[in-house]
C-alpha cells in the first residue's frame, strides 16, 4: 500500500483518482491546488503525487518545481495528468486525463516501485 497525493481544482477528479486508488488498496490524500499540497506534504511524506498542471493558485508546474527544488521532496515521484501534456515539465511520467484507469494504475505502481514507465 502506497501513500498517494492527488492535487486538482476539479473536485470530480479528485474524487475519481480517490477511487480508483482507494480501490488499488492504497492510502489517498487530496489537495485543490500546489499549495495546499505542498502544505501537506510538509507533514507527510506521499510515495506519489499525482497532479494536475492547469489549476489556481499554484499550477502544477509551479508544484513540481517546487517539489524538486527541496532536497527533502526532491525525490518524491510525480504523475503529471493533463488535459495537455504538453506543457508538463518536470514531471517522471504525464498522461492525458482521458486515460484509463488501468493506465493510471500501472503508472503509478512503476514510479512507486521507482521505476520509469
Do not use: C, Y
Not at 486538482?8 to 482507494?22: G, Q, S
Not at 486525463?97 to 503509478?108: C, F, N, P, Q
Request: net charge negative; no cysteine; proline share 6%.
Amino acid at each position: 500500500m502506497a501513500r498517494i497525493l492527488i492535487v486538482d481544482d476539479e473536485p470530480d477528479l479528485r474524487f475519481l483518482h480517490k477511487l480508483i486508488f482507494k480501490d488499488a488498496g492504497h492510502e489517498v490524500a487530496v489537495a485543490s491546488d500546489g499549495a495546499a499540497a505542498l502544505e501537506w506534504v510538509k507533514n507527510e511524506r506521499p510515495d506519489l503525487v499525482v497532479t494536475d498542471i492547469m489549476m489556481p493558485v499554484m499550477d502544477g508546474n509551479q508544484l513540481i518545481r517546487s517539489l524538486r527544488s527541496d532536497p527533502e521532496t526532491a525525490s518524491i515521484p510525480i504523475l503529471a495528468v493533463s488535459a495537455n501534456p504538453g506543457v508538463v515539465e518536470g514531471a517522471d511520467a504525464v498522461l492525458q486525463k482521458v486515460s484509463g484507469t488501468a493506465r493510471i494504475l500501472e503508472t503509478a505502481r512503476s514510479l512507486i516501485n521507482g521505476e520509469r514507465p
